[in-house]
């Protein structure tokens, strides 16, 4: 198991990139992942090749092929009206008033 820093950038995926190919030592490794930034670093790509793992990239903008958009969607569906309940009472509440 891969758990990722609080920040998702190139040192904290090489840092991923390490220990995946430490749970996993021989034989080939391909990761799938979205067009995020970080990915595509310099620094990355060199960490990958040089641990032998490859990357696979969805085309951009194909949200079906990306296996957490599903989850996503459901959680914003089931968060957002919590949030927004929340946005306007906290509203409320700060609203200052002046009379003339």
């Known amino acids: 198991m891969i758990t990722f820093k609080e920040r998702l950038v190139k040192e904290t995926i090489v840092e991923a990139l390490d220990e995946i190919r430490d749970q ?6 391909l990761l799938v992942a979205d067009n995020y930034g ?8 060199q960490r ?4 032998g793992i490859e990357f696979v990239f969805i085309p951009p903008y194909s949200p ?6 599903p989850l ?3 959680l914003k569906r089931e968060i957002s009206p919590e949030i927004f309940a ?3 009472t906290s509203e409320r509440s700060s609203r200052i008033y002046f009379s003339a």
């Not at 990958?48 to 641990?51: C, K, N, P, Q, V």
């Open 24 to 29: 996993n030592p021989t034989g080939r490794i």
């Open 48 to 51: 990958a090749d040089e641990l």
């Open 64 to 69: 079906t092929l990306n296996a957490i958009e």
């Open 72 to 74: 996503w969607k459901d």
């Open 38 to 45: 970080s990915y595509h670093a310099v620094l990355t790509q």
């Open 86 to 88: 929340d946005q306007a």
